[in-house]
């Protein structure tokens, strides 16, 4: 189901079946619309009918997804990390981009490699900042075990304060990671506790996102 998380933030979920949550993002701004990570669902009628799609964004070589469909039908480009380029299989075309780079609706990219070379976090400005993280962080099982909130990815991330420590240099309240629910008001807070925590997360999960 389309949930609205926050003021022209959508978010819905697909769950696969014996693995994990799969999280997908609408983000609604004055410049337009993009949709980060997006996979297939029923009931997805406001963004299937929005005109100010300007892009489609993924935050790393595994989330391809649905995001062939969705580009065909809003007309939009879809963007991919440059490292990761060479893991799509279903486009005919597509931009790159990088660690730094100013994507569509003011996101902002910042490198998070780990447990594949591209992956990329994505800053909005809006309401206090909201950092989309693909697979470095999640709220899930596999990504956060035994209560945890947060969790790093356990085969890229497993000590999160050796790696990511830099997200802490950004202002961001809410965190939406591509696995588990999205975090409102807290994302940076959870973060911080998890870096100074010092937690090591290792699972023997098969990937599959």
């Keep these: ?10 978010h819905w979920s697909v769950v696969w079946p014996g693995w994990w949550s799969l999280e997908s993002y609408f983000l609604r701004t004055p410049a337009g619309s993009v949709l980060v990570d997006p996979i297939e669902f029923t009931g997805l009628e406001p963004v299937d009918s929005a005109l100010d799609i300007r ?8 989330h391809e997804r649905s995001a ?28 790159t981009y990088d660690d730094g780079d100013r994507l569509p609706c ?4 910042v490198g998070v490699p780990g447990v594949i070379p591209g992956e990329q976090a994505l800053l909005s400005p809006v309401h206090g900042g ?13 990504w956060a075990p035994g209560g945890m909130v947060l969790g790093g990815h356990p085969k890229g991330h497993p000590v999160p304060a050796q790696t990511l420590s830099h997200l802490l240099d950004l202002q961001f309240a809410n965190l939406l ?8 008001g807290d994302g940076k807070l959870r973060l911080q506790e998890l870096i100074q925590s010092g937690v090591s997360t290792s699972t023997s999960t098969p990937r599959m996102s």
């Excluded at 469909?69 to 486009?91: G, S, T």
């Excluded at 990671?177 to 409102?184: D, E, Q």
Aim: proline share 8%; glycine share 10%.
């Design 1 to 10: 189901m389309l949930r609205e998380i926050l003021p022209g933030v959508f």
């Design 106 to 109: 003011d996101l902002h990219a």
């Design 55 to 62: 892009a489609i964004v993924l935050t790393d070589g595994w």
């Design 130 to 142: 909201t950092l989309f993280v693909g697979d470095a962080l999640g709220t899930t099982g596999k």
């Design 68 to 95: 062939r469909l969705f580009a065909k039908r809003a007309k939009a480009p879809i963007y991919v990390p440059v490292a990761d380029a060479d893991r799509f299989e279903d486009f005919d075309r597509f931009h």
């Design 177 to 184: 990671p591509g696995h588990g629910p999205p975090l409102i």
